[in-house]
C-alpha cells in the first residue's frame, strides 16, 4: 500500500506558476511510475504528465508539454509537477497516481492503469 497526498495548490493569475507536491509513505516511490491528472468540472479526468520510476523518462500531452514539469525527489519520497505560463483552463482539481512497476523506464498515461491515487488539490488561474 502506498499512501499519497497532494499539496501546493491554490489561486495564481494567468501567467504565472505553481509547484505542486506529491508526497508517499507507505511504500519507496522508487518503486512506481507516477502520473498527473486533473479534472474540471464537467468534464473528463485527463492525463497531464508522467515519470518512470527510475525518473529517467517523462511525458506529457501537448496541451502542456513546454509549460509542465514532473520531477521526482527519492530521498524526500515526493513527486513534483511544475507549472509555469498558467492559463486558465488549467483550472482544476490536480491529483497524481501511483502504480507499481518492475520496468525502470516505463511511465503511464492511461489513468485505469493506476491504482492509487491522491485527494487531489485545486488549482484556480484567474483571466
Same mark, same amino acid.
Given at each position: 500500500?502506498?499512501?499519497?497526498?497532494?499539496?501546493?495548490?491554490?489561486?495564481?493569475?494567468?501567467?504565472?506558476?505553481?509547484?505542486?507536491?506529491?508526497?508517499?509513505?507507505?511504500?519507496?516511490?522508487?518503486?512506481?511510475?507516477?502520473?498527473?491528472?486533473?479534472?474540471?468540472?464537467?468534464?473528463?479526468?485527463?492525463?497531464?504528465?508522467?515519470? $518512470?520510476?527510475?525518473?529517467? *523518462?517523462?511525458?506529457?500531452?501537448?496541451?502542456?508539454? !513546454?509549460?509542465? %514539469?514532473?520531477? +521526482?525527489?527519492?530521498?524526500?519520497?515526493?513527486?513534483?509537477?511544475?507549472?509555469?505560463?498558467?492559463?486558465?483552463?488549467?483550472?482544476?482539481?490536480?491529483?497524481?497516481?501511483?502504480?507499481?512497476?518492475?520496468? $525502470?523506464?516505463?511511465?503511464? *498515461?492511461?489513468?485505469?492503469?493506476?491504482?492509487?491515487? !491522491?485527494?487531489? %488539490?485545486?488549482? +484556480?488561474?484567474?483571466?
Amino acid at each position: 500500500q502506498v499512501q499519497l497526498v497532494e499539496s501546493g495548490g491554490g489561486l495564481v493569475q494567468a501567467g504565472g506558476s505553481l509547484r505542486l507536491s506529491c508526497a508517499a509513505s507507505g511504500r519507496t516511490f522508487s518503486n512506481y511510475a507516477v502520473g498527473w491528472f486533473r479534472q474540471a468540472p464537467g468534464k473528463e479526468r485527463e492525463f497531464v504528465a508522467a515519470i $518512470s520510476r527510475s525518473g529517467s *523518462t517523462t511525458y506529457y500531452p501537448d496541451s502542456v508539454k !513546454g509549460r509542465f %514539469t514532473i520531477s +521526482t525527489n527519492n530521498a524526500k519520497n515526493t513527486v513534483y509537477l511544475q507549472m509555469n505560463s498558467l492559463k486558465p483552463e488549467d483550472t482544476a482539481v490536480y491529483y497524481c497516481a501511483a502504480v507499481w512497476t518492475i520496468s $525502470s523506464g516505463y511511465y503511464f *498515461t492511461d489513468k485505469s492503469v493506476y491504482n492509487y491515487w !491522491g485527494q487531489g %488539490t485545486q488549482v +484556480t488561474v484567474s483571466s
